[in-house]
């Protein structure tokens, strides 16, 4: 991929997208001649524009001459030319102090999270969610059905990390014993990670016409399983300086207002998208437009992973326009991440990383 751009392509994209992030304002041959690193007339940059925005890296708004970068082309200057640094000493003096007070005062893991969020948005001016230290996804290893009552029965699960979780559910007085341990077998072939002999494969199809006239009841019991999989606490996530959107010039169009407005109100949503991502090992993830999940297309998501009490993990992230500053908020989400995981496990000394 990186192959696709001659060297000078790749200097006029990179300098491209700089000066939009920088400015907010579209890019024109001439404007970016004055300076550009390389030495070349504002007739032949205006060609490799051209070339660019015909390969899908730039585009020309309607109301401007100049060019801005596209979801394509904000992907290969992440991936490829961008130089992703530490924060200056003055931004990383400040995150120890963060540390020091969380030290000295004792603080909750709660405000400790809140305090680190909080100061994300405050140093990159776009809005901030954090999920809290969650267990790592682990599959299910059985899932049992257990009589307590005529109409009630324990719904009993087990993960691979050995997590146990039960909940009452309402069964037909009707339905026996044998009826819930069918209703058992179906539900482990159906949500467990498991591999069935032959003759397991047989009673399973034997049992699923047995109890055709329980189908209703499977089908709410599968859900039940699924969603306390994925249901988090109210508290899972924390939501900071969303305020910040309406300071982008992106966001003065009332559509895109009102958009910012529903995208406030889709707290599971975003809660789903940061527990999906813990699946990702990576320290650090970079999703660009239509990549990050949301309803908004034209919005980034980066997000970083940090550790928790008793191996357990979250992420710190920051949500903003396209033209975000993507080497600031990787460098500040990078110090952010591991000065939590620090925090959080006790250590109380911190290196230079």
Do not use: W
Not at 26 to 53: F, H, Q
Not at 223 to 244: C, P
Not at 255 to 266: E, G, P, R, T
Request: proline share 3%; aromatic share 6%; hydrophobic share 35%.
């Amino acid at each position: 991929m990186e192959d696709i751009l001659n060297e000078r392509q790749k200097t006029v994209l990179k300098e491209v997208c700089e000066s939009f992030i920088l400015t907010g304002i579209p890019i024109g041959s001439r404007v970016l001649s004055k300076s550009s690193k390389l030495s070349c007339s504002p007739a032949t940059l205006r060609n490799e524009m051209a070339d660019l925005e015909e390969m899908g890296f730039l585009c020309s708004p309607h109301t401007s001459a100049g060019r801005v970068p596209t979801e394509k082309g904000y992907r290969f200057y992440v991936n490829f030319l961008v130089e992703f640094e530490k924060i200056g000493q003055k931004e990383d003096n400040l995150i120890k102090k963060i540390a020091d007070i969380s030290k000295e005062n004792s603080l909750k893991q709660q405000d400790i999270l809140k305090s680190a969020v909080k100061y994300a948005c405050e140093k990159t001016h776009l809005a901030g969610v954090l999920l809290v230290p969650q267990q790592e996804h682990s599959e299910l290893r059985s899932v049992k059905l257990f009589r307590i009552l005529s109409d009630k029965a324990m719904l009993v699960t087990v993960d691979d990390s050995g997590n146990i979780s039960n909940e009452i559910v309402t069964v037909p007085t009707e339905t026996s014993d044998d009826v819930l341990e069918k209703l058992s077998v179906l539900l482990n072939a159906q949500l467990c990670n498991k591999q069935y002999h032959q003759y397991e494969q047989e009673y399973i199809e034997k049992t699923r016409m047995l109890i055709s006239r329980y189908n209703n009841l499977l089908s709410q019991l599968v859900k039940k399983v699924q969603r306390a999989g994925s249901e988090s606490a109210e508290d899972s996530i924390f939501m900071e300086g969303f305020l910040n959107f309406f300071d982008q010039p992106e966001f003065n169009d009332p559509n895109k207002m009102k958009q910012m407005v529903a995208l406030l109100n889709q707290k599971d949503n975003l809660l789903n998208l940061l527990a999906k991502s813990l699946e990702s090992k990576s320290e650090i993830v970079v999703n660009i437009g239509s990549d990050t999940g949301l309803a908004i297309k034209d919005m980034s998501l980066v997000t970083a992973r940090y550790q928790g009490p008793n191996s357990t993990f979250g992420k710190i992230g920051l949500i903003g326009p396209l033209r975000m500053n993507y080497v600031n908020v990787v460098a500040t989400l990078a110090r952010l991440s591991y000065t939590l995981s620090q925090l959080l496990l006790g250590n109380n000394t911190f290196s230079d990383e």
